[in-house]
């Protein structure tokens, strides 16, 4: 399953980080434009969104949904709401939501819009609280975003520290609401420990730090790797450089986080921050900045 990450997850976000995304819920009006719907999107976004489902419900509550919507429905047409039914009633009854929400309010929002959003952690000055916000990820910014409805989600946060170090624990902490542009979380540790979000990057999102955060979590790297779950090592070398793609956090800083590489034996990480480099690569190709980037 680790390795999902990287040949699902991480292909998944490519594709969808771009204007020409669309939906995983399609409404299809000709059998003939059936195969035209069936992408990376359909497929590795879709298995993205089920393995999401899986961790912030729990394994058991989502087979007992599940198998409660298969023999439900054996032998006849089911909706993707009916799936929905049956999850939120396992989900209810294993008290993994509060009876109030319903996998429909949260899905909807994964299967009804395109894109998917980077979560944004501003933590306080003493790093006890922090100020987490949600926008929708792109590689290229529209040129006229005040003419696009701002897309947001309801979304699972999962985090540990420093402290914890616990990346097994996936289930959902808090929840961003999509009618929620910033939230405030308390109970953080002191400044000097560092905070990571999305265990085992099991969430369908990406997530941003403010520099004090980042500059703890390249100390980690470079100090004992192993403390951070391999799977996360992978996503912050993924977030740190698509988001330096994007503006959002600084080249510097992003290629601080490779540092610590030539300690790493395991394959995650390298591949994560092999598939990212070459982007560098081919903007530099034909500068005299190139050879900064040889390994030493």
Not at 2 to 29: C, M, P, Q, W
Not at 127 to 135: D, F, K, L, Y
Not at 196 to 204: D, M
Not at 252 to 266: H, I, Q, W
Request: charged share 25%; glycine share 4%; aromatic share 10%.
């Amino acid at each position: 399953m680790e390795k999902f990450t990287i040949e699902r997850l991480h292909k998944a976000f490519e594709i969808d980080s771009l204007k020409t995304s669309h939906h995983i819920s399609v409404a299809v009006g000709d059998p003939s434009e059936i195969s035209e719907i069936f992408d990376r999107i359909e497929y590795s976004k879709g298995a993205s969104i089920v393995r999401m489902m899986t961790y912030f419900l729990g394994e058991s509550t989502f087979r007992r949904g599940l198998n409660s919507y298969l023999n439900t429905f054996a032998y006849t047409n089911a909706e993707q709401d009916d799936l929905w039914e049956h999850l939120t009633a396992a989900a209810h009854r294993d008290r993994k939501l509060p009876e109030s929400l319903t996998m429909k309010t949260i899905m909807d929002t994964w299967t009804l819009q395109k894109g998917f959003p980077v979560i944004k952690v501003a933590r306080s000055p003493d790093g006890t609280s922090a100020q987490v916000s949600q926008e929708h990820f792109m590689l290229m910014k529209e040129r006229n975003p005040s003419r696009t409805k701002a897309l947001r989600w309801w979304v699972p946060l999962s985090f540990t520290s420093q402290r914890e170090a616990n990346f097994n624990q996936t289930e959902a902490r808090g929840w961003m609401k999509d009618s929620e542009e910033r939230i405030t979380l308390t109970s953080l540790p002191p400044k000097d420990q560092w905070v990571i979000f999305n265990l085992q990057q099991t969430g369908y999102y990406r997530v941003n730090y403010d520099d004090h955060n980042w500059g703890l979590l390249i100390q980690q790297l470079r100090d004992d790797h192993k403390v951070i779950h391999v799977v996360n090592r992978a996503q912050i070398i993924d977030d740190a450089m698509n988001l330096a793609r994007t503006g959002q956090l600084s080249y510097t800083t992003a290629l601080d986080v490779y540092g610590y590489l030539k300690k790493e034996r395991d394959l995650l990480p390298w591949t994560s921050g092999i598939s990212n480099v070459g982007y560098v690569m081919l903007m530099l190709g034909q500068t005299p900045a190139l050879p900064a980037l040889r390994v030493k």
